[in-house]
């Protein structure tokens, strides 16, 4: 048949519709056809996390998901995640703790960590680096990341508090 | 990717009908190992259809008995309150596969049917006794886990049949399971070698036991004689050891970049003991 197919999905709380290949990862539906590429390709296999984003609620390696199976879903990409010029105190804490070098696992990781912190307002480090196993940084060693994750949490429950 | 149509039934009958009509179809649940096998040209079809969307697939039920959709993803099962209690070692082993990225598409039906030895999954469910719920145009059929893998890669499953749920029984008063792996780091590693174990106690007799391993042969293993020789034996570090060495002398491994085969057959005695231990603990705690 070979035809293209249209999809109607939610990406960043605004309604979009795309046409895509069925055979076209959501990774390239958004990078390739939406021109949203702050979410980054890696491995392409589901091991390294780069292109993490949020499909309703969850997080998932948008490498893995077929672009046609984001029909009706909410999708939260790292463009969703600052407000505005506002960035979130992850953002600005992965900055502060210079929580990244080359910066290619970095919108994953924030993505991730955001979902984390979403549920669990305030994780043990353990817990960040089991959340976090799934994203891959070849630059920082991890430990400034999760610094920069405690950090953001501390950053968040204070301005609950 | 080649190019393929997509198709996402929102009932059964149609899942059949499509599937019947498109023998050559693949299915699709979390896609975790179909997309990358498909994307490294393993596996070529015209037709995807995706299983996520059909009510069966998606059940989980727990009463006691345990009925797994075959496409729910592993976060539901470790997220459910009454799975977690019922099967400790389910939920356990549903959050190891992977990391969480994977963990929210992953399903264990798709473990299932994707056999490959390795699979952290499927030892357990053997131990379990769960079976298999195969449903087809104009019938279906239950096949016992551990008869459902035939070669790496490959299973039981004949075209037109679908995987639509895993069937858990009840397990009796005085039960404990566990499933045990060895990884060189802490997650998201494929068993070098797995060892899963289910025991009944009265008192401190084995009345029942069942061990099954991952990684050391062409498909997850069940090793009837090492459950067997537990049953009517006490509970103790003697009878541990001797259904250890009969789960090793059992395991047919390969060497490969992941480990040797003496290696493999050394961690098939090592991980059946610790998990039997383990095992034993919870049926008496039960």
Same mark, same amino acid.
């Given at each position: 048949m070979q035809n293209k197919v249209q999809v109607h999905t939610t990406i960043n709380g605004e309604e979009v519709d795309f046409l895509c290949e069925p055979r076209q990862s959501l990774l390239e539906c958004l990078r390739?056809?939406?021109?949203?590429? !702050?979410?980054k390709e890696g491995?392409?296999?589901?091991?390294? !996390?780069?292109c993490t984003v949020n499909l309703d609620g969850r997080i998932v390696?948008?490498?893995?998901?077929?672009?046609?199976?984001?029909?009706?879903r909410q999708i939260t990409t790292i463009?969703?995640?600052?407000?505005g010029n506002q960035l979130h105190p992850l953002q600005r804490a992965f900055l502060e703790e210079a929580?990244?070098?080359?910066?290619?696992?970095t919108p994953g990781f924030i993505v991730a960590a955001k979902a984390l912190l979403d549920h669990e307002p305030n994780p043990s480090e353990d817990r960040i680096r089991w959340w976090l196993a799934n994203n891959l940084c070849?630059?920082?060693?991890?430990d400034k990341i999760i610094r920069a994750v405690q950090k953001a949490a501390a950053v968040l429950q204070e301005a609950k508090a | 990717m080649k190019w393929f149509d997509y198709s996402a039934p929102r009932t059964l009958d149609e899942a059949l009908d499509t599937y019947a009509s498109h023998p050559h179809a693949r299915l699709l649940a979390g896609g975790t190992d179909l997309l990358v096998q498909m994307r490294a040209g393993r596996k070529e079809t015209d037709l995807v259809i995706d299983t996520k969307r059909i009510p069966e697939l998606n059940e989980l039920h727990c009463n006691g008995a345990l009925t797994l959709g075959?496409?729910?993803?592993c976060c539901r099962i470790y997220e459910d309150a009454a799975v977690k209690s019922a099967f400790p070692a389910l939920a356990a082993v549903a959050s190891i596969i992977g990391g969480i990225q994977i963990q929210g598409r992953a399903s264990i039906g798709g473990n299932l049917c994707n056999?490959?030895?390795?699979?952290?999954s499927i030892p357990l469910l053997i131990a379990l006794g769960a079976t298999a719920r195969i449903v087809y145009k104009g019938g279906e059929r239950s096949v016992p886990v551990e008869d459902f893998c035939t070669a790496p890669g490959q299973n039981?499953?004949?075209?037109?049949?679908?995987?639509?749920s895993i069937q858990i029984p009840k397990p009796e008063p005085h039960s404990g399971s566990h499933y045990l792996r060895f990884i060189p780091?802490?997650?998201m590693d494929i068993a070098v070698a797995g060892a899963g174990v289910a025991v009944t106690l009265n008192g401190g007799t084995i009345t029942a036991a069942r061990i099954a391993l991952a990684s050391?042969?062409?498909?997850?293993?069940?090793v009837k004689a090492a459950g067997d020789a537990l049953?009517?034996?006490?509970?103790t570090e003697e009878s541990v050891n001797k259904a250890a060495l009969l789960a090793k002398d059992a395991a047919k491994p390969i060497s490969d970049m992941r480990g040797t085969a003496d290696y493999r057959r050394h961690l098939c005695a090592v991980l059946t003991r610790r998990a039997l231990r383990a095992a034993i603990v919870q049926a008496q705690e039960a």
């Amino acid at each position: 048949m070979q035809n293209k197919v249209q999809v109607h999905t939610t990406i960043n709380g605004e309604e979009v519709d795309f046409l895509c290949e069925p055979r076209q990862s959501l990774l390239e539906c958004l990078r390739d056809n939406l021109n949203q590429t !702050g979410t980054k390709e890696g491995c392409n296999d589901g091991n390294c !996390g780069a292109c993490t984003v949020n499909l309703d609620g969850r997080i998932v390696t948008s490498c893995l998901v077929l672009g046609v199976e984001a029909e009706g879903r909410q999708i939260t990409t790292i463009e969703g995640i600052a407000k505005g010029n506002q960035l979130h105190p992850l953002q600005r804490a992965f900055l502060e703790e210079a929580a990244l070098q080359c910066g290619i696992c970095t919108p994953g990781f924030i993505v991730a960590a955001k979902a984390l912190l979403d549920h669990e307002p305030n994780p043990s480090e353990d817990r960040i680096r089991w959340w976090l196993a799934n994203n891959l940084c070849r630059c920082t060693g991890y430990d400034k990341i999760i610094r920069a994750v405690q950090k953001a949490a501390a950053v968040l429950q204070e301005a609950k508090a | 990717m080649k190019w393929f149509d997509y198709s996402a039934p929102r009932t059964l009958d149609e899942a059949l009908d499509t599937y019947a009509s498109h023998p050559h179809a693949r299915l699709l649940a979390g896609g975790t190992d179909l997309l990358v096998q498909m994307r490294a040209g393993r596996k070529e079809t015209d037709l995807v259809i995706d299983t996520k969307r059909i009510p069966e697939l998606n059940e989980l039920h727990c009463n006691g008995a345990l009925t797994l959709g075959a496409a729910v993803p592993c976060c539901r099962i470790y997220e459910d309150a009454a799975v977690k209690s019922a099967f400790p070692a389910l939920a356990a082993v549903a959050s190891i596969i992977g990391g969480i990225q994977i963990q929210g598409r992953a399903s264990i039906g798709g473990n299932l049917c994707n056999a490959a030895p390795s699979a952290d999954s499927i030892p357990l469910l053997i131990a379990l006794g769960a079976t298999a719920r195969i449903v087809y145009k104009g019938g279906e059929r239950s096949v016992p886990v551990e008869d459902f893998c035939t070669a790496p890669g490959q299973n039981i499953l004949q075209p037109g049949e679908l995987l639509v749920s895993i069937q858990i029984p009840k397990p009796e008063p005085h039960s404990g399971s566990h499933y045990l792996r060895f990884i060189p780091r802490n997650e998201m590693d494929i068993a070098v070698a797995g060892a899963g174990v289910a025991v009944t106690l009265n008192g401190g007799t084995i009345t029942a036991a069942r061990i099954a391993l991952a990684s050391v042969a062409p498909t997850p293993l069940f090793v009837k004689a090492a459950g067997d020789a537990l049953v009517g034996q006490p509970a103790t570090e003697e009878s541990v050891n001797k259904a250890a060495l009969l789960a090793k002398d059992a395991a047919k491994p390969i060497s490969d970049m992941r480990g040797t085969a003496d290696y493999r057959r050394h961690l098939c005695a090592v991980l059946t003991r610790r998990a039997l231990r383990a095992a034993i603990v919870q049926a008496q705690e039960a």
